[in-house]
């Protein structure tokens, strides 16, 4: 069956950095465009970053702009997010998103928390 396992997750101090992974299962990675979103408390899932199927595109929120980097390893079915200059308003539950642009099929990761405070 289809898997997105995120992982990476944790509690950082403000300005520290983490990488998130996502691991993919269940379907062709290499037809899916992959992305990060993340919820915060009482707040609407929103948008992070995006990488293109090749990896050879990407754009990010202005809020993540110049301190998150998306990235893919393909022959490892993976979708990284290093995450770096961590700001408390970066507290959040972050999710994995694959759509295949073609086919119109999404699918969800279950989450990894992210907590930054001293």
């Known amino acids: 069956q289809v898997q997105l396992v995120e992982s990476g997750g944790g509690l950082v101090q403000p300005g520290g950095s983490l990488r998130l992974s996502c691991a993919a299962s269940?379907?062709?990675?290499?037809?899916?465009?992959m992305s990060w979103y993340r919820q915060a408390p009482g707040k609407e899932r929103e948008f992070v970053a995006v990488?293109?199927?090749?990896?050879?595109?990407?754009n990010y929120a202005d809020s993540s702009k110049g301190r998150f980097t998306i990235s893919r390893d393909n022959a490892k079915n993976t979708v990284y997010l290093q995450m770096n200059s961590l700001k408390p308003e970066d507290t959040a539950v972050y999710y994995c998103?694959?759509?295949?642009?073609?086919?119109?099929?999404?699918?969800w990761g279950q989450g990894t928390q992210v907590t930054v405070s001293s």
């Open positions: 269940g379907f062709t990675f290499t037809r899916y465009a």
């Open positions: 998103h694959a759509v295949d642009p073609t086919a119109g099929l999404r699918y």
């Open positions: 990488i293109t199927i090749s990896g050879g595109s990407t």
